[in-house]
């Protein structure tokens, strides 16, 4: 019912790049070496309890390598209130004063704008002396070497422990054709620890079929994607709440297929904690529904922070059997180009989805298709896209060569979803070397795969394959080159997802349609 873990990774990189690039102030095209950025998520301790783990992400504004990394972390404000380990013994981390953590990496930590660099992870532990909502700020600094790269301030703070837990699963069946794909479900929230819970709030990681009917005023939207509903009610021991939330199916959802609903549930002092860093980066994108307020129960009083000492049993889920008809037809887009000897042309070449439906593998973080770019004669391949890598048969993947110029044929990889009406692009450079009368090559879809994603039920299989002509004498080719724009990653667009998103799926659909997709009217 989860992301896997793979593409929460490649969300959580995403994200993360977008708020810092929100909070950059020179651009990165007057650096020499990509410029580094730190982050640490806010963290609430439960007082009384073994504590946490947490780890840094960092971000670099281009693929890079860092070697003799060392980070420390500077929590003094809190000395004697909390500790910091390395997570296991074997971690190269030391305590040179009190208050201070530094850790070694034994390995190169690997840098990229969209996965990101995990380093060794840190446990947070209260003290005996610890008291609720005691807090203080954790200074973090990236090294190599000598050379400080990066720093990152982020609050900790005790907390009263409390366990939330999610109710059963949901699975229903829904016709596209009936009711306008409408539906309910519920959400239900246990409190199976000994503390009232003195508030909870629930983040939604829906696919894209899902989409909320209702707009309630203490939940958050980003445009027509539900990400998170605050409840202030307090929830006793041993006490259950629900509540039931109506969607609908997008008009674009595939059938028959199914889509998957997921509910994690955390404490406000954890939610908090979650937008802290947006609020730091200045990012602010989810907005509050204009609609009446959903309740679980009667409102609550002042609570001190409070934070889930289990955060394993936090989820439910909702599965939803798609029935009816609605495919896709996904086609090829090549490009007509002309130029002389020696000159870069530029070929923005792709896969168009026609429609109706949105073909949707985030669930599963698989590719929703593979294109296999063949060169054309007389040409070379100088500028390759980040997510192309050079043909080695069937059974391609993608790994270190990506963006790799000089082959002959690439495969290229259109990521986990392509929504109907849209195109993705991958804009190749190609270097005339030798003019040739109607030099051809070609770009193909839904191509074989000894690989897992891909699409096989295409409404069109005809137009899966389409020409790059260069210095055409006649209608030869397709249009998609030349003055067409590259979208690649826009360092605004990517911004404004915001860190809110991090924690519930929602953020996949948003990055995706911002980040490598365009409208084809």
């Given at each position: 019912?989860?992301l896997?873990?793979?593409?929460r990774?490649?969300?959580?990189g995403?994200g993360v790049?977008?708020?810092?690039?929100?909070?950059?102030?020179s651009?990165?095209?007057?650096?020499?070496?990509?410029?580094?950025?730190?982050?640490?998520?806010?963290?609430?301790?439960?007082?009384?309890?073994?504590?946490?783990?947490?780890?840094?992400?960092?971000?670099?504004?281009?693929?890079?390598?860092?070697?003799?990394?060392?980070?420390?972390?500077?929590?003094?404000?809190?000395?004697?209130?909390?500790?910091?380990?390395?997570?296991?013994?074997?971690?190269?981390?030391?305590?040179?004063?009190?208050?201070?953590l530094?850790?070694?990496?034994?390995?190169?930590?690997?840098?990229?704008?969209?996965?990101?660099?995990?380093?060794?992870?840190?446990?947070?532990?209260?003290t005996?002396?610890?008291?609720?909502?005691?807090?203080?700020?954790?200074?973090?600094?990236?090294?190599?070497?000598?050379?400080?790269?990066?720093?990152w301030?982020?609050?900790?703070?005790?907390?009263?422990?409390?366990?939330l837990?999610?109710?059963?699963?949901?699975?229903?069946?829904?016709?596209?054709?009936?009711?306008?794909?409408?539906?309910?479900?519920?959400?239900?929230?246990?409190?199976?620890?000994?503390?009232?819970?003195?508030?909870?709030?629930?983040?939604?990681?829906?696919?894209?079929?899902?989409?909320?009917?209702?707009?309630w005023s203490?939940?958050?939207?980003?445009?027509?994607?539900?990400?998170?509903?605050?409840?202030?009610?307090?929830?006793?021991?041993?006490e259950?709440?629900?509540?039931?939330?109506?969607?609908?199916?997008?008009?674009?959802?595939?059938?028959?297929?199914?889509?998957?609903?997921?509910?994690?549930?955390?404490?406000?002092?954890?939610?908090?904690?979650?937008?802290?860093?947006?609020?730091?980066?200045?990012?602010?994108?989810?907005?509050?529904?204009?609609?009446?307020?959903?309740?679980?129960?009667?409102?609550?009083?002042?609570?001190?922070?409070?934070?889930?000492?289990?955060?394993?049993?936090?989820?439910?889920?909702?599965?939803?059997?798609?029935?009816?008809?609605?495919?896709a037809?996904?086609?090829?887009?090549?490009?007509?180009?002309?130029?002389?000897?020696?000159?870069?042309?530029?070929a923005?070449?792709?896969?168009?989805?026609?429609g109706?439906?949105?073909?949707?593998?985030?669930?599963?973080g698989?590719?929703?298709?593979?294109?296999?770019?063949?060169?054309?004669t007389?040409?070379?391949?100088?500028?390759v896209?980040?997510?192309?890598?050079?043909?080695?048969?069937?059974?391609?993947?993608?790994d270190?060569?990506?963006?790799?110029?000089?082959?002959a044929?690439?495969?290229?990889?259109?990521?986990?979803?392509?929504?109907?009406?849209e195109?993705?692009?991958?804009?190749?450079?190609?270097?005339?070397?030798?003019?040739?009368?109607?030099?051809t090559?070609?770009?193909?879809i839904?191509?074989?795969?000894?690989?897992?994603?891909?699409?096989?039920?295409?409404?069109?299989?005809?137009?899966?394959?389409?020409?790059?002509v260069?210095?055409?004498?006649?209608?030869?080719?397709?249009?998609?080159?030349?003055?067409?724009?590259?979208?690649?990653?826009?360092?605004?667009?990517?911004?404004?997802?915001?860190?809110?998103?991090?924690?519930?799926?929602?953020?996949?659909?948003?990055?995706?349609?911002?980040?490598?997709?365009?409208?084809?009217?």
């Amino acid at each position: 019912m989860k992301l896997t873990p793979s593409t929460r990774r490649w969300l959580a990189g995403i994200g993360v790049a977008g708020a810092f690039v929100a909070a950059s102030a020179s651009p990165a095209a007057a650096e020499t070496t990509p410029r580094i950025f730190a982050f640490f998520p806010d963290t609430t301790v439960a007082a009384g309890t073994e504590g946490v783990v947490k780890s840094a992400v960092l971000y670099a504004e281009d693929s890079t390598v860092l070697r003799d990394v060392a980070i420390r972390y500077d929590y003094r404000t809190l000395a004697g209130k909390v500790t910091l380990t390395g997570e296991n013994d074997s971690d190269d981390c030391t305590a040179p004063e009190a208050g201070v953590l530094v850790c070694r990496e034994h390995f190169d930590v690997v840098v990229d704008p969209y996965f990101g660099g995990f380093p060794t992870r840190v446990k947070i532990a209260p003290t005996d002396a610890a008291k609720l909502d005691d807090k203080g700020d954790l200074k973090i600094t990236v090294q190599t070497g000598d050379t400080d790269r990066a720093t990152w301030t982020s609050q900790i703070r005790v907390g009263e422990g409390v366990d939330l837990a999610g109710g059963p699963d949901t699975e229903l069946s829904v016709d596209i054709a009936k009711n306008y794909g409408n539906f309910s479900a519920p959400v239900t929230v246990s409190n199976v620890g000994g503390t009232t819970a003195k508030g909870v709030v629930a983040l939604f990681d829906q696919d894209w079929a899902i989409t909320p009917a209702d707009r309630w005023s203490n939940c958050y939207y980003l445009d027509d994607i539900l990400i998170a509903c605050e409840f202030d009610e307090e929830i006793a021991a041993g006490e259950t709440r629900s509540t039931t939330f109506h969607y609908s199916l997008r008009p674009d959802t595939y059938a028959p297929g199914t889509a998957h609903g997921y509910t994690q549930f955390i404490t406000p002092g954890d939610f908090e904690d979650l937008i802290g860093a947006a609020e730091k980066a200045g990012v602010k994108t989810a907005k509050r529904g204009t609609g009446a307020k959903l309740t679980l129960g009667k409102a609550t009083s002042s609570r001190a922070a409070q934070t889930d000492v289990d955060p394993t049993n936090n989820s439910s889920g909702l599965t939803v059997h798609v029935l009816g008809k609605r495919g896709a037809d996904l086609e090829a887009i090549g490009a007509k180009l002309s130029g002389k000897k020696g000159e870069v042309v530029r070929a923005v070449v792709g896969v168009r989805n026609n429609g109706p439906a949105t073909v949707d593998h985030v669930r599963s973080g698989s590719d929703v298709t593979f294109v296999d770019v063949t060169v054309p004669t007389g040409t070379t391949a100088v500028h390759v896209p980040w997510d192309c890598v050079p043909f080695k048969g069937d059974g391609t993947k993608f790994d270190d060569s990506a963006g790799k110029p000089g082959a002959a044929k690439y495969r290229c990889f259109a990521g986990p979803i392509l929504f109907a009406g849209e195109m993705i692009d991958h804009p190749f450079g190609l270097r005339i070397d030798k003019v040739v009368p109607n030099a051809t090559g070609s770009v193909q879809i839904n191509v074989e795969c000894k690989c897992e994603g891909g699409f096989k039920d295409d409404l069109k299989p005809a137009n899966d394959i389409a020409k790059i002509v260069v210095n055409a004498t006649g209608d030869g080719g397709q249009g998609g080159g030349g003055t067409l724009p590259i979208t690649g990653s826009s360092t605004g667009l990517i911004a404004a997802i915001g860190a809110l998103l991090l924690a519930a799926g929602a953020g996949g659909y948003v990055v995706a349609r911002r980040r490598r997709t365009r409208f084809v009217a």
